[in-house]
């Protein structure tokens, strides 16, 4: 079982789904603004990282271009998301981080890190 934020219950089979797929499931339902909110939120609050933006190109969420650059220009606009701040690393990947949980001069080196760094240094 997961709780949505209204404190709904979501029921799941663990045998068929993991939490995290079930979560994102949720999120999904909620639309896509709500749903990239969720997971930038709690990968900086879980993990904690940054979000490199072309993850959610990827299965599951499958957003589109246009759909991505359009939530991040509307999660400047609307309170709800006011914690949700991006960033852009050396090479140009856009990355997202919740300020409730990552502090800006942190996500920077961690995108950078996952980014750059990584790949330079095996």
């Not at 994102?24 to 603004?33: A, H, R, Y």
């Not at 749903?35 to 990968?43: C, D, N, T």
């Not at 856009?94 to 240094?121: C, I, K, P, R």
Request: contains cysteine.
């Amino acid at each position: 079982m997961i709780l949505d934020d209204s404190g709904g219950a979501w029921y799941f089979s663990e045998r068929f789904m993991t939490g995290a797929y079930a979560r994102v499931m949720l999120l999904k339902s909620q639309g896509p603004l709500m749903m990239m909110a969720g997971v930038i939120r709690e990968h900086s609050r879980v993990y904690p990282r940054p979000v490199p933006l072309s993850l959610f190109k990827c299965p599951p969420f499958n957003l589109s271009h246009d759909q991505i650059r359009c939530c991040l220009k509307e999660m400047m606009d609307k309170p709800i998301c006011r914690d949700i701040a991006h960033l852009i690393t050396s090479i140009g990947h856009v990355f997202a981080y919740s300020t409730d949980h990552l502090d800006s001069g942190y996500a920077a080196m961690l995108a950078e890190w996952a980014d750059v760094g990584q790949a330079e240094n095996p």
